[in-house]
């Protein structure tokens, strides 16, 4: 595939990257730490078939998530018919009673939806988590892509490859699918976000603008932007901060990175905010044992994609098998992301398997497990020798006029190679996705 040429030219393109600003900063315990997010000239490369199934899985699987989301802020049905218990809705904290009632612009919750996976060595694709909230990756790929063409141009132009370009096109499309009226705005935390490098990249690529709160405010349950030429309206929002910190007259009060009133805006119907508040409630990771069953209610269809095998405790069932065979499964803390709180039963000392069980027990809500899936490694560089290290796939689905599958996709890698957990926050890498088009 021409590999050989981006191998000799992988110093440039992280050269060139660091140059960009294509970092990923961690702000914790009171320290911002910014660095760089390695990037690994080995693609991962899926055949045009494989990608199609993928495609139609995904299709499915955010499609019958926006349902879910409509029926839990209005209906309910999913509940009254015993599909989902009420209390992995009311006791999910993405949940947001101040979302009750509120119809979004065109009737889409989850527009940018992160759906990540893993292939198994048998060949079988699980997904792994849902994300909806505020997914970030989509820019890494992108900017790599770009780079990598700048230096192999050959091996661009004589490879079948689809070409990603398409995501700032695509993205744009959403937003002005469900404009209210005005500009399209890229909402940025600001400078110290993990993410900031790609808020900047995607509002370029989609001809948005780029704002933080102090360039935003409401009047007359109007969002405007402070322009250099006077007040412009907002009629869609991608907002790049979590839903507590949106509004400070809503949600969080002591939020200096929201916009008061905003929520009132968006009540309204006076603009789009892109995902939703409240989308949290469907990426919960109690919720994802669901989703199956959601494309069969909502859809009236088999799924497509599988989840891994999960088990819920709080299923008396579940609770113990999951407390038997502790040492077959992973544990996930549902409130927890980015690869943090995440415990393998094997790796546990006997005193603190017994604690998680009797944390398990008192908390059955809190936890789910899953069989640990023994997913393909892929061919990463460790220096001049290539090794094969755990990797998963973030794959992006944008829902507007149509359900689109970007022809792309974040492969994130682990760096440590007795470690399945590839988290940028972990220390993981990245890869470019390329998807063959015959």
Sequence with gaps: ???????KHVHVINEQMARYGVKFGIYKNGTYNERLFPFDPIPRIIEMDEFGLLERGLRQRVDALNRFLADIYADKNIIRDGVVPEEFVYRSPGYLAQCEGIAPPKGIYSHISGIDLVKGKNGTWYVLEDNLRIPSGASYPLIARQLCRQCCPQTFRERSIRDNRSYGVAL??????????GINVILTPGRYNSAYFEHSYLAEQSEAVLAESMDL?????????????????VGAIYRRLSDDFMDPLCFRPDSVIGVPNLMAAYRAGNVAILNTPGNGVADDKGIYYFVPKMVKYYLGEEPILENAPTYLPYFKDDMNYTLEHLDDLVIKDVAEAGGYGVVFGSALPAEKKQALKEKIKDEPRRFISQQVIDFEDLPVMDGNEVVGRKADLRAFVLSGDATYVWPCGLTRFSRNPSSFIVNSSQGGGFKDTWVLSR
């Design 172 to 181: 744009k499309a959403v937003m002005d699918h469900v404009n209210c009226g």
């Design 217 to 233: 405010y409401v009047e007359n349950n109007c969002v405007f932007y402070r322009s250099n030429h006077g007040p412009v309206k």
């Design 1 to 7: 595939m021409g590999l050989a040429d981006l191998q």
